[in-house]
């Protein structure tokens, strides 16, 4: 028997992987279908989102007056077919366990985002994609199936046959419409853990772009680093990596002998928040000086920790920004305005001084059907910047009027800031996805602070006074 207050969880004080916002939270972690379903029908709380392992930078996994369900520990494995790939496992299994179980079967995730500790649930809330998107398109391309548990505690299985609405409002849906407790995907065939890799340093935005569409037709991975504090005419410099997966046949000799085993890699670890002055334009002028100095044009098999993962050889890097936390801002413009928008995007960033230690850019291609889906074709940008309080607001505001004047959008897992009206303009799509939300979720009992803020989640005025209550209590124990 459950007691109130494992039921009501208990309080923790949470942010996503940006450290911004931080918001005093219940949490109570998941552990079986049983519990999952408790904690959705439990009375103690209006509402309740769920958080796998809290990779997505801003608010999304927060909600202040309800419950954030933690997913991490539903990860079990369910079936597999060695034959096709396909695999069927809780949705709190990371990306990173399918890799060591699978790999050396000869499996690897069909796309990847830049980090492999991620959840599965997470990874479809988000409609995840990585450097492959050009070719095979967004995670949510190789769901087959998922379980979800809805509002009223029914357990069901959804697939884009059975229930297409439901099924792509939940893929790209950002936790909104119910629980996802296991989902079947499909993996892809891999011969080896090494990718076949060309380094291009490139002069300019012009000649990025130009680089991403003479070979996005060769390479089944491509992306770009950009050097956003260079000016004038090398504005948009960078350097372009270009990638297939290597065949056994390619390999060198010494790496032929084990060629789905992965180097051994020992993570380094940031200890502790970095004061506010470590990062200063200065320091990261000189990184993006000697990074793009640094690599020159070649070729290399590379391993996939590296090429994938490179940031997740640091762990808990997302301190060096200190305790203020940062913002990402990840844009997308259609490829027919692409060049003008980010021309004029990465102007204003140099004219800010708000400087960018890791900016990345990379081609997408044909969208899945998730109503609040991310991707279209297009070229996306994507830029950290330390928070630096109202002159980030500020700037991230500028930064919105272009990219809306060229018909782009933001992306949900990065966005920490974005307003209801701004939002509202980027996604035509959202009254559709509200209406499955209203069928699935009549008393919106499925809320993070992010769809507050963004108005995804309408007529929660009864929702938030009950919840007064419920917060003041909560405060009382
Ligand atoms: C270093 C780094 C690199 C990244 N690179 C990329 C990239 O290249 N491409 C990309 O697309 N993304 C990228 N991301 C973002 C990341 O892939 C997404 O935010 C992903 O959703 C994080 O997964 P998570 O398990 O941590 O989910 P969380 O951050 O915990 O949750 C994300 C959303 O999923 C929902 N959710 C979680 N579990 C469930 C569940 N079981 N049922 C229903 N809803 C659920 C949550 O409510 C929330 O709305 C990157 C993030 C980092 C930190």
């Known amino acids: 028997m459950m007691s109130a207050d494992s039921l009501r969880g208990t309080s923790e004080l949470l942010s996503g992987w940006g450290n911004y916002p931080r918001e005093l939270c219940r949490t109570r972690s998941i552990e079986s279908w049983q519990d999952a379903e408790n904690a959705v029908q439990s009375s103690n709380t209006t509402n309740v989102i769920p958080r796998g392992l809290g990779r997505s930078y801003g608010d999304s996994t927060l909600t202040q007056d ?203 670890t940031i200890p502790f928040d970095f004061p506010s002055f470590a990062l200063n334009p200065w320091s990261i002028k000189a990184f993006n000086t000697l990074y793009y100095a640094k690599n020159r044009d070649r070729r290399e098999f590379v391993d996939f920790n590296s090429f994938f993962y490179p940031l997740d050889g640091i762990n808990h890097w997302n301190r060096i920004y200190g305790q203020r936390g940062f913002v990402q801002y990840q844009a997308l413009f259609p490829t027919e305005t692409a060049h003008v928008g980010l021309h004029q995007l990465l102007e204003r960033i140099a004219k800010s001084r708000q400087a960018s230690f890791l900016a990345v850019i990379k081609g997408s291609g044909p969208a899945t059907q998730g109503m609040l889906s991310y991707l279209f074709p297009g070229i996306t940008l994507a830029l950290d910047f330390p928070n630096r309080g109202k002159a980030t607001r500020d700037l991230f ?36 996805f509200q209406r499955v939300k209203e069928r699935v979720d009549p008393n919106n009992r499925f809320v993070s602070s992010q769809a507050r803020r963004l108005g995804i989640v309408t007529g929660l005025e009864l929702n938030q006074s009950e919840a007064v209550g419920n917060s003041i209590s909560a405060g009382a124990h």
Request: proline share 4%; charged share 20%.
């Open 397 to 432: 505001e500028q930064l919105d009027e272009i990219v809306l004047e060229h018909s782009g959008r933001l992306y949900l897992a990065k966005d920490a800031l974005t307003s209801a009206d701004t939002f509202a303009r980027m996604y035509p799509r959202l009254s559709e």
């Open 66 to 268: 309800g419950v954030v369900l933690r997913m991490g520990h539903l990860n079990r494995f369910l079936a597999f077919d060695p034959e096709s790939g396909v695999l069927e496992c809780e949705a709190g299994v990371s990306f990173a366990e399918i890799i060591e179980t699978f790999l050396p079967q000869g499996w690897f995730l069909p796309t990847t985002p830049g980090t492999k500790f991620v959840t599965l649930g997470g990874a479809i809330a988000a409609d995840v994609h990585g450097k492959n998107h050009h070719v095979d398109g967004s995670f949510g391309n190789f769901v087959n199936r998922l379980t979800l548990l809805l509002a009223d505690g029914a357990i069901i299985d959804c697939t884009r046959d059975n229930d297409p609405d439901l099924f792509w409002a939940t893929v790209g849906g950002m936790g909104l419409t119910g629980v996802i407790l296991s989902a079947q995907i499909q993996l892809s065939r891999v011969e080896t853990a090494y990718c076949d890799v060309t380094y291009r340093r490139t002069r300019n935005l012009e000649s990025t772009l130009e680089m991403f569409t003479a070979t996005h037709q060769s390479y089944r991975y491509s992306v770009s680093w950009i050097d956003c504090l260079a000016k004038g005419a090398s504005l948009g410099r960078g350097v372009v990596m270009l990638g297939n997966d290597a065949s056994a046949a390619d390999l060198p000799r010494k790496l032929a002998a084990a060629p789905l085993k992965l180097p051994r890699r020992r993570a380094k």
